[in-house]
């Protein structure tokens, strides 16, 4: 379960997901999920070195870890403790009633 839960971690720190940190509204194309694959389409902002966006992502795994990793642990949770998408919606509910997020 945890090697799960990590494994969606590193999902949610990828190249498309600290771009716009780096490089806020900057336009730009991703093909597959490697920098190899970033086609800069902004005109006024430099395309990021490689080392620029690894760097990004480490610290994107490294501040919002615990943080990514309880949403999900809590997304798995609710996947495997259900059966219906009605139980789904309402482990869903629960959850962002218990987070505040819902009231």
Known sequence: MRSQCFQMLLLLCTISEVLPTIRPGAQWSLSG?????????????????KSEVDTAIVSCLQTDSLSKLQIADDKFQITVSTNTATQKLQSLIDLLKQKGLLQ
């Open 33 to 49: 999920d490697q920098y190899e694959g970033l086609q800069w389409l902004d005109k006024a902002q430099s395309k990021p070195i």
